[in-house]
């Protein structure tokens, strides 16, 4: 623990430490700073606010003066700074989270100054009560103010100059300001929201000669190194066998849910643009399926080089393009392109993953080992073909052409179709 820990840290009982990790990183969005996974026991950061769960049954050592029973943690709230309270509002309703005092702006009275403040309270997964607020500004405090007497000092908003906090960062806004000019960010949220665990059902399933791609992806990782996980998605690389030190980071916290939900318990809803990491915290950066989605590539490049150790090490799967596909699969994708009314798929980093070697090169990565090979999508049922055609990226392509292209993908059951994907192995300067 470093100096800067604070002095008071709550510690909670909880009845399912994977549920209270999906509640307090997956959707809050602390991190897990260590874990004693024996112990079922979790310490966890949210910049700078800290907090100890252990599941409640042990093992280990538990102080108790009571039987346990639901609510718990009665007569205490949690008062956490957690950023933008807007969006983590509309995130908890998602994820269908008891709101117990729904979003509010309140002033409260502390000494000579009002501070303004918006909040709203939730219950975690074992009922006890978390505020989430978010400074708005502060002014100070008029000598005609009345402070309210119900709850907490309320004031009548006059007067004062008003001095605002910048607004906290969230693990969105600790990023860049937003960039979004093809609508990808927009996109992304949704279908990771509606479909979290889509493109692992997909990848898990498709074999070549008895293994999936993310199998062969971690083939490319040192075993001992400690892995940052990229854009995780639901953390397919844990269920293909990594069983190395991991941290999963994505921006979509129902995906973080899966991972969690995949025995992946060191998580963080992040965005590329800005890992909140040390430099050089990892041997091994992975990026499963999503660095042609990253944005502005060239930022997010600069921040996996940064979190690196030098000589450590970049495992990139990617769309793989035509070359290994059989005739037969280029005729179905043929098809399946015709119902979209499509010539290929477009993602926003086409052109740097195009010139890969010059794009890694300004960040100091080389590539080592390049490879393409084809994984078989067995197509069993209706449902898998729809599954598959619901994986693809397809923005602005309207419902009815997404229809013709299950129908199309109908056509395939009982057979298979291939994925061509690309394995990419890169080392940071030394
Ligand atoms: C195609 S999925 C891949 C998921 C997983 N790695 C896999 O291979 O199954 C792409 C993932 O990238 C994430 N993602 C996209 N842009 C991101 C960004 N800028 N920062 C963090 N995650 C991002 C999405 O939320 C999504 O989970």
């Not at 908890?92 to 309270?121: K, T």
């Not at 091994?284 to 990253?294: F, K, T, Y």
Request: net charge neutral; glycine share 8%; charged share 25%.
């Amino acid at each position: 623990m470093d100096a800067a820990s604070p002095r008071l840290v709550p510690k909670l009982d909880v009845s399912d430490l994977v549920a209270s990790l999906r509640f307090y990183v997956g959707l809050v969005g602390f991190r897990v700073l260590f874990e004693r996974t024996d112990e079922r026991f979790a310490f966890l950061d949210l910049e700078g606010a800290h907090l100890m769960l252990q599941e409640a049954a042990g093992p280990g050592r538990r102080f108790r003066t009571a039987e346990l029973e639901r609510p718990y943690g009665r007569g205490i709230n949690l008062q956490i700074q957690a950023g933008d309270v807007d969006l983590l509002d509309r995130r908890m309703r998602a994820a269908g989270v008891e709101v117990v005092v729904p979003l509010e702006d309140r002033s409260y009275v502390a000494g000579d100054e009002v501070i303004r403040l918006r909040q709203f309270v939730v219950a975690d997964p074992d009922g006890c009560l978390q505020r989430l607020r978010e400074p708005l500004g502060r002014h100070l405090r008029s000598r005609h103010v009345q402070p309210d007497p119900v709850g907490g000092g309320i004031m009548k908003d006059e007067v004062a100059p008003r001095v605002d906090f910048p607004r906290l960062a969230s693990r969105q806004t600790m990023t860049r300001p937003k960039h979004d000019p093809t609508g990808w960010r927009t996109y992304l949220r949704a279908f990771h929201e509606e479909r979290p665990g889509i493109t692992e059902e997909i990848l898990a399933a498709s074999t070549s000669a008895g293994q999936n791609s993310y199998g062969w992806l971690l083939e490319l990782i040192p075993q001992d190194a400690n892995l940052l996980d990229l854009a995780c998605g639901s953390a397919p690389l844990l269920r293909a066998g990594w069983r190395g030190r991991w941290v999963g980071a994505d921006r979509s916290p129902a995906e973080l849910d899966r991972a969690i939900a995949n025995g992946g318990l060191s998580v963080i809803v992040a965005d590329a643009l800005g890992l909140p990491f040390d430099d050089h915290s990892f041997a091994a950066v992975a990026c499963s399926m999503a660095l042609m989605l990253l944005e502005p590539l060239d930022d997010c490049l600069a921040e996996v080089a940064r979190v690196l150790v030098p000589g450590g090490t970049v495992a990139l799967l990617l769309p793989g393009g035509p070359i290994p596909l059989t005739g037969g699969d280029l005729r179905r994708w043929g098809r399946l392109f015709v119902a979209l009314r499509r010539t290929r798929f477009e993602y926003p980093n086409d052109r740097a993953v195009r010139q890969l070697d010059e794009t890694m090169r300004r960040h100091g990565l080389e590539i080592l080992t390049d490879d393409r090979r084809r994984f078989a999508y067995p197509v069993a049922s209706r449902d898998a073909a729809s599954r598959f055609v619901d994986s693809l990226y397809l923005p602005g392509v309207p419902t009815a052409r997404a229809h013709a292209a299950r129908r199309v993908a109908n056509s395939w059951v009982g057979s298979e179709i291939g994925i061509p994907l690309r394995r990419v192995l890169l080392r940071a300067a030394g």
